[in-house]
Nanobody, 122 residues
Framework: QVQLVESGGGLVQAGGSLRLSCAAS????????MGWYRQVPGKQRELVTS???????NYAESVKGRFTISRDNAKNTVYLQMNSLKPEDTAVYYC????????????????WGQGTQVTVSS
């Protein structure tokens, strides 16, 4: 069983940057895919970005060019670097992982983190 713990959330002004971390209890190299979702009250949880075992990444159009996902297998940690933040990026961000499949559909996610709050002020 894989445990995921997010950290790095907080309050930042529009245009600023924030770096989120997702630490796994086991080897992330054994996971086929990892990624980040976000959710705001009253809205469906949406995929922000994901990265496959081979390090191929995809991004939601709303964050493309501003966010970057990366992984450090030695530290069993996945990061989300967020630049040029906008108020609409405000949400709870969740780390997600799939043992055998993609995380692009929430129904395929095997493991979820507890979430970390990101708030972007105008």
């Amino acid at each position: 069983q894989v445990q995921l713990v997010e950290s790095g959330g907080g309050l930042v002004q529009a245009g600023g940057s924030l770096r989120l971390s997702c630490a796994a209890s086991g080897s992330i190299g054994s996971l086929n895919a990892m990624g980040w979702y976000r959710q705001v009250p009253g809205k469906q949880r949406e995929l922000v970005t994901s990265i496959m075992r081979g390090a191929r990444a995809n991004y939601a159009e709303s964050v493309k060019g501003r966010f970057t996902i990366s992984r450090d297998n030695a530290k069993n940690t996945v990061y989300l670097q967020m630049n040029s933040l906008k108020p609409e990026d405000t949400a709870v961000y969740y780390c997600a992982a799939s043992q055998y499949y993609s995380v692009n559909d929430y129904r395929a996610v095997d493991y979820w983190g507890q979430g970390t709050q990101v708030t972007v002020s105008s």
